[in-house]
């Protein structure tokens, strides 16, 4: 059976699920089909950070910087739930950049965020005890604002809102062939569909060029694989911020509070060949264990790493030498040798709102559609906010059972749809059975229900990080495939 769409997306990640919000609410019947989880791979691979990106003024991306700083301020408005400030502190200890040309940078980035909710940074004084180096006591460095994300919660929230306007999510579906005949798309699907539509938007990430090679479309832009690895460690500070530390081979590694009681140390920048080589070697490792003992009197050893990722980036490939050196900023392109094609080359978490926005203003008017702007000042599902904190002693007084680390954790997942998801809960019971680490079969169920959650692996690394905390995949595997009529 023939069904007839505006737009066929290729890929639930970040971009996609971006893509898909801002065309639907602009009126567009949309269908996404991702082959795998939605944030499955880069998109939930992040450094787990809303930022303006302070490094690429290096590289003299002025633009990119200004333009993520505005979105970063946008996002902390939209999803204050998932999206925290997070203060930074760089040590200039170790350093091989002069103070003052690291004091210029930053002054140039509060330049380019322009009015901001966030403080301004500023050198460290000799009263900044939690702030001082961690080894040397030292109080020489800076300290300055952004804020941190759940990366992949974040680009749910995108699909989420995108469904609530009319488009259709497909995960665990995959794009098989797709032609173009009679002025449309026509496409096969793995579920056994088969698709018209007017246009198709390849926002594959790390296999944007297999998928124009599979449609047989030859593009003037090129993609860059790099692998970006992180560690996760037992707690290595006791304070709340992060820090940034400059490395001898001229690189920039983080240490951010993960979790509770964890730190989360990234990330690496390695050219690879293919999207499958997502993975954490031995030897980025090692690098990230050095990078944080330069600075720790807590030091780590390869054998404390709990948990470690690598995702691949899909950068828009601008002839730079290194693979640190290419830049984070995106490329659409657009096809219009028949029914439209746009490809997505590079972005990263912060701008992907504004990637979708251009996206629409690309190839809406090529399906006869006026694009409007719909997301600069929309709130995402969860979102409506004032005060966090206020919000999360609301949660803990209605329901007391919770406790105070679970009602945290629950409120920043869920945001303000957690009250429709214990609405009619009264006690503990009314959670279900506890499957390990503060989860319940009641919050698994709303992720398969509402979330298209499908395994463990969804539920436990990807819509919570109760994998870290012990939750048990067999129960969690096991009250997902529970027949309950929802």
Known sequence: ?????????????????????EAALNGLKVLLVEKDDLASHTSSASTKLIHGGLRYLETFEF??????????????AAAPHLIRPLTFVLPHAHALRPWWMVRAGLLLYDLLAGRSSLPRSRGLRASDMAFADPLSGDHRGFVYSDARVDDARLTLANALDAAANGAEIATRTELLSARRENGLWRAELSDGRAVEARALANAAGPWVRIILDKLEVATRSQVRLVK?????????FDSDHAYIFQQPDRRIVFAIPYEDG????????????????????????DYLCAAANRYFVRQVAPDDVAWRWSGVRPLHDDGSAKAQSVTRDYLLEVDHAGPPLLSVFGGKI????????????KIGPLL?????????????????IADFEAFLREIEARWPFLGAARARRMAHAYGDRLGEMLESVEDE?????????????????????REWARDAEDVLWRRSKLGLHGADARKVSAALAVNDGV
Do not use: K
Request: glycine share 10%; aromatic share 4%; net charge negative.
């Open 1 to 21: 059976m023939q069904v007839a769409y505006d737009l066929l997306i290729i890929g639930g990640g970040i971009n996609g699920c971006a893509i898909a919000r």
């Open 63 to 76: 633009r990119l910087v200004r333009e993520a700083l505005h979105e970063r301020e946008r996002m902390l």
């Open 228 to 236: 970006g690895s992180h560690i996760v460690v037992p707690r290595l």
């Open 262 to 285: 964890f730190t989360e140390i990234g990330t690496t920048d390695i050219a690879v060949e293919h999207p499958e080589d997502a993975n954490c070697s031995q030897e980025e490792v």
């Open 350 to 361: 912060t701008t992907a709102r504004a990637l979708a926005e251009e996206a629409i203003e």
């Open 368 to 384: 006869s559609v006026e694009p409007t702007p719909r997301t600069r000042a929309r709130v995402f599902p969860g979102g409506a």
């Open 429 to 449: 019971a009314g959670l279900g059975a506890d499957l390990g680490a503060g989860l319940t079969e009641l919050e698994v169920r709303w992720m398969r229900d």
